[in-house]
């Protein structure tokens, strides 16, 4: 009867573990993270909502209004004035030299001045729209790393939920070992001190999935408490295409990234404030024309005139100009060549860490889960027949749920890595992929591991305990 009732426990356990067949796990197919409708709606609403996206906007209309007023010339002056014989009284009409001047004058810039300010205005108008385009960029970015944070931390709730599952059910074997003398108390203590850790754990994942979805809700501008349903898991999303043309990669790169763009813009922009400022060394010509009636009778006088500025401080002023601009120039050019630099290294340094975050999740689909099923099973065959100890059954089943958890972290790393690539982003890549000295181990599996699997595991303890992983959540 006991071995009956521990036979059908194990049963239970091995189905709480998801053991099966043995097959490697085939690669999704589906539709990739960009066609998910639930993260295209968030995307959709943040871009109707988000106030950076209005500012951005708003700075471009700014810009252009600019553009009209540099080509218009300068306002017209009108003078008014009168001039009189004596301080007795007013003697127009009177004395022939006593009048009244009606004066109007307009300046005309010397030719080109203008347009090359409407060129110098359109420049600060193509900037804004840069600026926006990177708003646009980091903002889709954000919202899909965001949501993939989401998914992550759920998906770590259903591995939690399974691990739950295990324990209590260890707990089971245990007791009707524990109850036919086959095993030790302290086994049968340790599983229920290991499901009130599970509790514990259990609490700060919902706190997570919590400031997740605030996150989220802010970016689509929501309260933050406003329920987001999720539709998917990472397990069945494809993994981002490798790309297979390095320098295609990193030509769309330059060719897309906004930085480049306004850096390439600023070395233009200090070329025309050169060309302004060598104009600018010609003199403006201001004509007027005035009108002078004497009243009585008295021909009405008339006064037609131009008028030009000296440029006689030259060499201090519009010299010192071109000189500062074209050193300006010289350094926005020397800042283009530095981020695209840059980006090639990102672009280089993105791409080798999704080659060996796809490599990884490949060996994780048809190796490592398959090898670590293997492993429950065989321990779970071995401990029936009394050759391993409960422990080593605890450890290999706690083992498959840590790579699965890995499996998932890698999962969003590599979806984090395409993000990057998309937003065309100059920061260096982030999670796993960077370091790659393996998964963290799942929670609570740490507990019943040997040295050798938390050597594994790596330094996930040290990470839960500070509260933070860019591409996983604590667990």
């Given at each position: ?6 036979q ?39 871009m ?14 700014a ?9 218009v ?77 989401v ?37 049968l203590?340790?599983a ?17 999935e ?72 010609w003199?403006?010509?201001t ?6 009636p ?10 037609a ?7 006689v401080?030259?060499?201090?002023k ?13 350094a ?14 990102r ?14 999740n ?19 065959a ?12 605890l450890e ?32 260096p ?16 599996a ?30």
């Amino acid at each position: 009867m006991v071995v009956t009732a521990f036979q059908a426990v194990l049963a239970v356990v091995l189905a709480a573990a998801g053991t099966g067949g043995g097959d490697a796990v085939s690669a999704p197919s589906g539709p990739s993270l960009l066609d998910d409708p639930v993260l295209r709606s968030l995307v959709k609403e943040a871009m109707e909502r988000r106030p950076e996206l209005v500012q951005a906007r708003a700075e471009i209309r700014a810009q252009q209004e600019r553009v009209p007023q540099s080509r218009v010339l300068p306002d017209p002056m009108l003078a008014v004035g009168i001039q009189n014989d004596g301080f007795s009284s007013i003697q127009i009409g009177k004395m022939e030299t006593s009048f009244v001047s009606i004066m109007a004058s307009q300046t005309f810039p010397w030719s080109g001045k203008r347009g090359a300010r409407g060129e110098l205005a359109g420049l600060g108008a193509r900037e804004a729209e840069l600026d926006l385009r990177r708003v646009l960029l980091s903002l889709a970015a954000d919202i899909e790393r965001a949501y993939l944070d989401v998914l992550l931390v759920r998906d770590q709730q259903g591995l939690l939920t399974r691990l739950e599952s295990l324990w209590a059910q260890s707990e089971a074997v245990t007791r009707v070992r524990y109850e036919s003398g086959e095993a030790a108390q302290s086994d049968l203590l340790r599983a229920q001190l290991e499901r009130n850790r599970l509790r514990q754990r259990r609490w700060s994942l919902l706190a997570e999935e919590r400031s997740r979805v605030a996150l989220l809700n802010r970016l689509r501008g929501h309260a933050p408490g406003d329920a987001i349903a999720t539709t998917r898991t990472l397990t069945d999303l494809p993994d981002p295409p490798q790309v297979l043309d390095p320098q295609q990669a990193l030509a769309e790169a330059q060719a897309e990234s906004p930085e480049l763009k306004k850096a390439l813009l600023a070395g233009e922009s200090a070329d025309r404030r050169v060309d302004l400022a060598k104009r600018d060394r010609w003199p403006d010509v201001t004509v007027s024309a005035a009108i002078m009636p004497r009243g009585g009778n008295f021909v009405t006088m008339w006064q037609a005139g131009v008028a030009v500025n000296l440029p006689v401080w030259a060499a201090q002023k519009q010299t010192r100009a071109i000189a500062e601009n074209q050193a300006r120039g010289e350094a926005a050019r020397s800042g283009a060549e530095a981020l695209r630099q840059l980006l090639g290294q990102r672009v280089s340094e993105r791409l080798a860490a999704l080659e060996a975050l796809l490599e990884s999740n490949r060996l994780y689909r048809s190796g490592l889960l398959v090898q670590s099923e293997a492993t429950v099973k065989s321990t779970l065959a071995q401990y029936q027949v009394g050759r391993v100890t409960f422990a080593s059954v605890l450890e290999a089943l706690g083992g498959y749920l840590g790579d699965m958890n890995g499996f998932l972290e890698s999962v969003v790393a590599a979806q984090r890595i395409a993000v990057a690539q998309r937003e065309i982003s100059l920061d260096p890549p982030e999670g796993p992929a960077a370091g790659g000295m393996g998964a963290p181990a799942m929670p609570g599996a740490g507990a019943t591991a040997t040295a050798a699997t938390a050597k594994r595991a790596g330094s996930s303890a040290a990470s839960g305990a500070q509260g933070s992983a860019s591409a996983g959540a604590p667990m």
